[in-house]
Structures are given as structure tokens and as C-alpha cells.
């Protein structure tokens, strides 16, 4: 059980397109997901909060207009890269939060590698 | 402010020899601390959890870890290495005081077992 889904796994796009990325909880419903970007060798950071019908919630210094997210149902979360350019090549991770044993437990998807060319 | 350190960036270790992965933290509440693992280009994998109980949690693959209130650590250990647990290793940790909390995570360790 608990499991996350992310696609594309790769996405290969020309510098000022969108790029839109998927993240589904399989077999839980999450009110709350996350995503994390990470450079190669680096650790997780925290992009955003998102939130089963309502507005994200963005981490210091990441720009909410630039990675739009929407969590319009109970396992699907999207974050869409708009107009993006080459330093937003990344590894893009998401996260759904369930509750289990007494706390609440992140279940990660399997990432999406970025580049923009 | 939560914090997770991991003071080493690569452990190596012989294959079939003990490991240890160190992860200090620092959180104003209760510590819910976590291990994972990454493989390349891969999602984290979990390994093991502290919420409360033993000082000693076991988790999968022959993984444990031990809970450290007064030297605010959670070290990764396994009596017997594989080849295959190469990989990248997270330390993180949730203030458990609260439920919204935020999973912040250590700069990860790069563990290379060799044959």
C-alpha cells in the first residue's frame, strides 16, 4: 500500500514552454502533498505545500507564479513549470501525506528529471 | 527551528562489515526522525521511523537506528553490509508537536559498500 506515482518520469522541453508534472496517490487519498526539487547530489528542498482545494502554500524565495500547483482532488497534485528555462533542470519529487501508526507518515513518488534545452 | 545534520558526506564500508550512517537534529518539540534511501534518479525510499517507544527501531532491509535524546541523534546502522545498499541516505525530522510540521531533511550521505 501507500503508494505514489509521478509521470512523466522524464521531460525534455525547449527553454520558454510549460512543462507539466503529475503526482497520484494509488491507493490512499491525500489532502496534503508536497514537492521537492533536488539538485544532483543535494538534499530535498521544500518547494510547496499543497492542499486538497485550496491554495499552496510556497516556501521562501520560490516563486508561485513560476511553479503553479493544483491538488484538485484527493490523490492528484500537479505542478506545472511555466515558461521555463534552463536553470530549472532538476529532479522534481512529490510526497503525499497519510496518516499511519500514529503520526503522519510521506510516501514519495518515484521523481521526474526535468531538462529544459 | 528544525534542523537535521549528516556530518559525513560518503561512509565506506566493506562489504559484509557493520555500517554506521550519523544523523544529529535539532527540533524545539518532540522528534519524529525518519530514514530513507535513494537510489539514482529515483524517489526516497522508506526505510524506518521514531515516533516514540524503544530507543531501537528496526526497518526494512536489515536496517536500524537508534533514538539518542541526549546526544540529539539517530544513527543508521546495519551489522552486515551488501554491495547493494549503495545508495544515498536522508536523515529527516518532523516536529511531532505539531501535525502540520515540515519534513526537513539532512544533506543526505553517500554510502559505498565495496566487494
Known amino acids: 500500500g501507500a503508494v505514489v506515482s509521478q509521470h512523466p518520469s522524464r521531460v525534455i522541453c525547449k527553454s520558454g514552454t510549460s512543462v507539466k508534472i503529475e503526482c497520484r496517490s494509488l491507493?490512499?487519498?491525500?489532502?496534503?502533498m508536497f514537492w521537492y526539487r533536488q539538485f544532483p547530489k543535494q538534499s530535498l528542498m521544500l518547494m510547496a505545500t499543497?492542499?486538497?482545494?485550496?491554495?499552496?502554500?510556497?516556501e521562501q524565495g520560490v516563486e508561485k507564479d513560476k511553479f503553479l500547483i493544483n491538488h484538485a482532488s484527493l490523490t492528484l497534485s500537479t505542478l506545472t513549470v511555466t515558461s521555463a528555462h534552463p536553470e530549472d533542470s532538476s529532479f522534481y519529487i512529490c510526497?503525499?501525506?497519510?496518516?499511519?501508526?500514529?503520526?503522519?507518515?510521506?510516501?514519495f513518488g518515484p521523481g521526474t528529471r526535468l531538462t529544459v534545452t | 527551528a528544525q534542523s537535521v545534520a549528516q556530518p559525513e558526506d560518503q561512509v565506506n564500508v566493506a562489504e559484509g562489515n557493520p555500517l554506521t550512517v550519523k544523523c544529529t537534529y535539532s527540533?524545539?518539540?518532540?522528534?519524529?526522525l525518519f530514514w530513507y534511501v535513494q537510489y539514482p534518479n529515483r524517489g526516497l525510499q522508506f526505510l524506518l521511523k521514531?515516533?516514540?517507544?524503544?530507543?531501537l527501531v528496526k526497518g526494512s532491509y536489515g536496517f536500524e537506528a537508534e533514538f539518542n535524546k541526549s546526544q540529539t541523534s539517530f544513527h543508521l546502522k546495519k551489522p552486515s553490509a551488501l554491495v547493494s545498499d549503495s545508495a544515498l541516505y536522508f536523515c529527516?525530522?518532523?516536529?511531532?508537536?505539531?501535525?502540520?510540521?515540515?519534513?526537513?531533511f539532512g544533506q543526505g550521505t553517500t554510502l559505498q559498500v565495496k566487494p
Open positions: 510526497s503525499a501525506r497519510q496518516w499511519a501508526g500514529g503520526a503522519y507518515e510521506q510516501y
Open positions: 491507493d490512499f487519498q491525500a489532502t496534503t
Open positions: 499543497s492542499n486538497e482545494g485550496s491554495k499552496a502554500t510556497y
Open positions: 527540533v524545539s518539540g518532540n522528534p519524529y
Open positions: 521514531y515516533i516514540t517507544g524503544d530507543n
Open positions: 529527516a525530522v518532523r516536529d511531532g508537536s505539531s501535525n502540520t510540521g515540515k519534513l526537513i
